[in-house]
């Protein structure tokens, strides 16, 4: 049995998933979904949302503070006094939150955390205290609320989340910082079908020692394995082999590659499953008919195979 990865998919196409390469400090490539500018945006409109009820918690709890202590004689009630306390209210909100945010929960805010949002550095680590008080004071700078030059750099930073492949704003160029999805939506793929020449010994194969885990793993690499690079995905195919094969008989055929290999048990693992299935279905039928028919799967309807599968051919 030969490690190998199994063969691309019929008409695979490459497309726009939005994700981007970078290079982590291990020297390792990572691809990653960046966030653009609409969800940036919702989790920048949430998060403005939340600074602002702070901001003003802030003020009237410093207010109701100061008048306390005025009434017990210990300070007096001024103009600077109470620019003092909206300075420190308006200092607290707009750049205490995010970086005391970004920092302990590496990389968000509640905002970004509502929107499945991180901010990472640009090699993909954490970012630290650095980065969050970057960012903070680029964007109270020239962002948001943009202090110096509103709303002229407020079309800049669109301008340059849009041009930016990564999504960046411009306090991310400043801070070596951009931000990716967390939650990234995966598809299966496509996984090989039963090799026709192993049907025969995959039917007398015994799975019993086949736990659920283990299937399901090989499950995971025969169809997102394409998403995996050299050598790392011949290694982990050969390692799956490795463990399906010492729990499961008879071995495989001499010389059988080893995507071959697992795409067989896969396949024969599903069929005896559905198998089992139907015939606990069929003795349900017997007993409570109509509950039969209102669980029973709707029949699918057939499917015409695509050109480019019929002349795709392992390799």
């Avoid at 939005?18 to 609409?38: C, N, P, S, Y």
């Avoid at 903070?136 to 509103?150: C, K, N, Q, S």
């Avoid at 306090?171 to 090989?192: K, L």
């Avoid at 025969?200 to 019993?208: E, H, K, N, V």
Wanted: charged share 15%; no cysteine; proline share 8%.
């Amino acid at each position: 049995m030969t490690p190998a990865a199994p063969p691309a998919p019929p008409g695979d196409a490459l497309v726009d998933t939005g994700q981007a390469r970078i290079l982590t400090g291990e020297a390792v490539h990572l691809d990653v979904r960046v966030a653009r500018i609409g969800s940036r945006a919702l989790a920048r409109l949430i998060d403005a949302f939340l600074q602002i009820v702070l901001l003003v918690a802030l003020v009237l709890l410093f207010v109701l503070a100061a008048t306390f202590l005025a009434a017990m004689h210990l300070i007096a009630l001024d103009d600077a006094l109470a620019s003092t306390l909206v300075t420190v209210s308006v200092v607290l909100a707009l750049i205490g939150y995010p970086v005391l945010l970004e920092t302990t929960t590496r990389g968000r805010t509640l905002g970004k955390m509502m929107i499945g949002l991180r901010v990472v550095r640009d090699d993909g680590g954490p970012v630290t205290f650095r980065h969050a008080l970057t960012r903070t004071l680029v964007a109270l700078a020239i962002e948001w609320p943009g202090v110096l030059g509103a709303p002229i750099t407020w079309l800049a930073t669109i301008w340059t989340m849009i041009a930016s492949p990564q999504g960046k704003r411009l306090g991310d160029h400043v801070a070596g910082t951009m931000v990716i999805h967390e939650r990234t939506p995966a598809a299966w793929g496509w996984v090989p079908q039963m090799p026709p020449e192993l049907a025969q010994w995959a039917a007398t194969l015994d799975l019993a020692a086949l736990d659920d885990d283990l299937a399901l793993a090989v499950r995971h690499f025969l169809a997102r394995n394409r998403g995996i690079r050299e050598p790392a995905r011949t290694r982990l195919g050969h390692r799956l082999a490795q463990e399906v094969a010492a729990v499961t008989n008879p071995p495989a055929p001499p010389g059988t590659p080893g995507w071959k290999y697992l795409a067989a048990v896969h396949a024969e693992r599903h069929r005896r499953a559905v198998r089992q299935l139907a015939a606990v279905r069929s003795r349900a039928a017997t007993v409570w008919p109509d509950l039969a028919a209102a669980t029973a799967a709707p029949t699918p309807a057939p499917t015409k195979v695509p050109a480019q599968a019929k002349r795709a051919r392992p390799q």
